[in-house]
Nanobody, 130 residues
Framework: QVRLVESGGGSVQAGGSLRLSCVAH????????MGWFRQSPGTEREGVAA???????SYADSVKDRFTISQDKSKNTLYLQMNDLRPEDSAMYYC????????????????????????WGQGTQVTVSS
């Protein structure tokens, strides 16, 4: 059974940095896509960054050049390094992954509707104050 467990959220001031981690228990990094989504109250869940089996990455325009997605397959862990944080980055951040053997290009995975993503973590809160 796959279980995604996020950590690393918190409260920071604008301009600060955070690194989110997602440990993918029971997940096989083969023919896969993974990424980070975020959602704040009253808004739809938004794909922030994604990586696919080829190592290609995709970012939302709002976070490009500030956020970096990476993975350590030896630790079954996905990361999101967030720099130069802004108040508008405040949201619950969710780790997401496709079902085993189901693969999308990173750009496509980031735009999937939530119901089409295979697995979700429980989320970690990021709050950025001005």
């Amino acid at each position: 059974q796959v279980r995604l467990v996020e950590s690393g959220g918190g409260s920071v001031q604008a301009g600060g940095s955070l690194r989110l981690s997602c440990v993918a228990h029971g997940y096989t990094f083969s023919a896969y896509s993974m990424g980070w989504f975020r959602q704040s109250p009253g808004t739809e869940r938004e794909g922030v960054a994604a990586v696919d089996d080829d190592g290609s990455t995709s970012y939302a325009d709002s976070v490009k050049d500030r956020f970096t997605i990476s993975q350590d397959k030896s630790k079954n862990t996905l990361y999101l390094q967030m720099n130069d944080l802004r108040p508008e980055d405040s949201a619950m951040y969710y780790c997401a992954a496709t079902d085993g053997g189901r693969w999308f290009p990173a750009w496509r995975f980031r735009s999937l509707s939530p119901s089409d993503v295979g697995h979700w973590g429980q989320g970690t809160q990021v709050t950025v104050s001005s």
